[in-house]
């Protein structure tokens, strides 16, 4: 079964660095991009941007650009997004998801959340 | 690409037929997708290419049109269709842009 598993919630404070995991099993991690989705509380979902686990190109909405920064490990068939400097404003839910040969987000991970305290 | 869905909220009955729709800025083509989100769960992935249906997604989910105005059509609601759709543009590579949703709650 084809399967993205993430990473346990967070609790942290502002200025503080996270990294946070999004496990894939079932596929071959290296051949899909995986894109990241913000979902603050009761609000919508935001596209941040993917990065492509077989070179590690990686593409940011512009309103994530600087903010934050996707990673994979290929040996570990794992992709992350950190951030450097936690702001209150990051405390939200963060969904990975792979994007298909029809380039939609097919899978989906159970989602991470964030919260960030002042 | 600026997704717009309408209505924001819809107040419907179990067995109606109903029709949400999705507006793109400008042309997507077909490069248009579905997706379902209850409560504390991830989104699921309901129709991809403006019209296919995902893999085990009832026959009552449709979804119809392309360029810039698109429709997804649920033909007799079920009590577990209660939730909220988002629609998402994957044509502007890769500034990709999801919409705001629509959430269908029980009249």
């Known amino acids: 079964e084809e399967q993205l598993v993430q990473s346990g919630a967070e609790l942290k404070k502002s200025g503080e660095s996270l990294k946070i995991s999004c496990k894939a099993s079932g596929y071959t991690f290296r051949t899909y991009w995986i894109g990241w989705v913000r979902q603050m509380p009761g609000k919508g979902l935001e596209y941040m941007g993917l990065i492509y686990p077989g070179d590690s190109d990686a593409r940011y909405s512009p309103s994530f650009q600087g903010r934050v920064t996707f990673s994979v490990d290929r040996s570990m068939d794992t992709a992350y997004v950190q951030w450097n400097s936690l702001k209150a404003s990051d405390t939200a839910k963060y969904f990975c998801a792979r994007r298909s040969g029809f380039h939609d987000f097919d899978v989906w991970g159970q989602g991470t959340m964030v919260v960030v305290s002042s | 690409v600026v997704m717009t869905q309408s209505p924001a909220t819809l107040s419907v009955s179990a067995g109606e037929r109903v029709t949400l729709s999705c507006r793109a800025s400008?042309?997507?083509?077909?490069?248009l997708a579905w997706y379902q989100q209850k409560p504390g769960q991830a989104p699921r992935l309901l129709i991809y290419g403006a019209s296919s249906r995902a893999t085990g997604i009832p026959a009552r989910f449709s979804g119809s049109g392309s360029g810039t105005e698109f429709i997804l059509t649920i033909s007799s609601l079920q009590s577990e269709d209660f939730a909220v759709y988002y629609c998402?543009?994957?044509?502007?590579?890769?500034?990709?842009?999801f919409g705001q949703g629509t959430k269908l709650e029980i009249k």
């Open positions: 998402q543009q994957y044509s502007d590579w890769p500034l990709y842009s």
């Open positions: 400008q042309s997507v083509n077909n490069k």
